[in-house]
């Protein structure tokens, strides 16, 4: 491909999708754009999935991304409840048989909820909007429910659930929820967010087999069972589309660090479904983050149209639970060493204020904080230039 493409073929209409298309524009491409979406629905955001849709707060309307009118005002051609079926050279067939011819593609098909063997089709998942009201509808007449997966989602879904006085088991296979995402410090604070919330939560959990609609069997010969039953053990990438392209697929799609699919000149991929190059580690790396989709997308508009493109800025995410907000700031992955900033959760004081630092040997990698957005905020700048450990104490030091 040389100069700009005439026609983008965005496939997936969730963030990453839509962030790619706004973004396209706004880094003035001309040319055509073409959205499409499995779902039913025009893009909406995933977060308050969990959170103010679940609880009832939100009417489901006020996640939508982008409306028809402004899809009309952007020029995108969107075309949802029609999966793309298949990647050919130079085109996208759908699954009604349509085929979308263009010279430049973005995957954007983001996670499916992972199942587990065995898993009763009543099961919940909670991925997408119908998946919201069917728990929703469920939970509305629930005394009881059982959690398969300590993780960010099961966690705000046990939370929301506490707050109608429904009895929560969790069940976690790790013996600290949260390791692989906070390290066993963190993940140890996280789990008592549900305990003093007021959940069963049983880590070390083996799960030995469903036993009916709503009822487990562990390894250690305890039944379980509950009104309702959440599967939360993450996602799958959607990528059974891709099959005969030649990518591998083994973990996502790899891409360099602008968003280029690897072996595949004029296709990038963004958000959770794409493994981008990382300049940091040296491997690729998926990041299933709200920003960090949004922040791709703007790399790869950027270079689709021939732009220059600035790295990724540093990662964020969040979550709220049991009337907390815990937001993570970079790297936590890299660290060595875990240190509180502020609070004293760490040593079995109260989670709410409480901050602590990730370090890479002297070097600020990370900063996690529970219901603290201003001291969080206070050390974001710190993070991206990994600034030093007396630093970063100095800081906290002075209050
Ligand atoms: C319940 C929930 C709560 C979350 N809370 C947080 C949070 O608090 N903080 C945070 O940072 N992140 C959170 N996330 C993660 C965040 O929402 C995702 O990282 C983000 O949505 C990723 O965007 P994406 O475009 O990659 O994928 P998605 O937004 O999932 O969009 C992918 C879209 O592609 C469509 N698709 C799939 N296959 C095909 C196909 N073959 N053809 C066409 N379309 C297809 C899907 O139907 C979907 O609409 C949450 C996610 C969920 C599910």
């Avoid at 524009?25 to 969990?50: C, M, N, T, W």
């Avoid at 509808?137 to 659930?161: C, D, M, P, Q, W």
Wanted: with cysteine; aromatic share 6%.
């Amino acid at each position: 491909m040389t100069g700009q493409p005439q026609h983008v073929v965005v496939v997936g209409a969730g963030l990453g999708g839509i962030r790619t298309a706004e973004q396209l524009r706004a880094a003035g491409f001309q040319g055509k754009i073409s959205l499409v979406g499995a779902e039913p629905h025009p893009p909406y955001d995933r977060p308050p999935l969990s959170k103010q849709v679940l609880t009832g707060e939100w009417a489901p309307e006020r996640i939508v991304l982008c409306g028809k009118p402004r899809l009309d005002d952007l020029g995108i051609d969107a075309r949802f409840g029609e999966p793309a079926v298949a990647l050919h050279d130079g085109a996208v067939e759908l699954a009604d048989g349509a085929r979308l011819t263009a010279d430049a593609f973005v995957i954007a098909t983001g996670v499916a909820a992972r199942r587990l063997p065995g898993q009763p089709g009543t099961a919940h998942v909670l991925r997408t909007l119908d998946d919201t009201f069917a728990l929703q509808n469920a939970l509305a007449t629930a005394r009881s429910l059982l959690i398969v997966g300590a993780g960010f989602v099961g966690a705000e879904v046990a939370g929301a659930a506490r707050a109608r006085d429904i009895t929560v088991t969790v069940l976690e296979a790790m013996p600290v929820p949260f390791t692989r995402a906070l390290g066993p410090e963190i993940g140890a604070v996280c789990a008592r967010l549900l305990t003093e919330g007021g959940v069963d939560l049983r880590t070390g959990a083996r799960l030995e087999r469903f036993t009916g609609e709503s009822s487990v069997d562990l390894a250690d010969g305890t039944h379980l069972t509950a009104d309702v039953l959440l599967v939360g053990v993450g996602g799958t990438p959607e990528l059974g589309w891709l099959a005969g392209t030649g990518i591998d697929t083994s973990d996502g799609v790899p891409c360099d660090a602008r968003g280029r699919v690897e072996g595949r000149p004029g296709t990038w991929a963004v958000g959770d479904v794409a493994a981008w190059a990382d300049p940091v580690r040296g491997h690729r790396h998926r990041a299933e983050h709200w920003t960090s989709a949004t922040d791709q997308a703007a790399v790869v508009a950027r270079d689709i149209v021939g732009a220059d493109t600035a790295p990724l800025p540093t990662p964020y995410f969040w979550s709220d639970q049991f009337g907390l907000k815990i937001q993570l700031v970079g790297r936590p992955d890299l660290a060595d060493t875990v240190l509180p900033l502020h609070g004293t959760a760490l040593d079995g004081g109260p989670v709410k204020g409480t901050v602590a630092a990730y370090f890479a040997g002297e070097h600020l990698v990370a900063v996690v904080g529970f219901g603290a957005p201003r001291l969080v905020a206070r050390y974001r700048r710190l993070v991206g230039p990994q600034a030093t450990r007396t630093e970063v104490m100095a800081l906290a030091a002075a209050g």
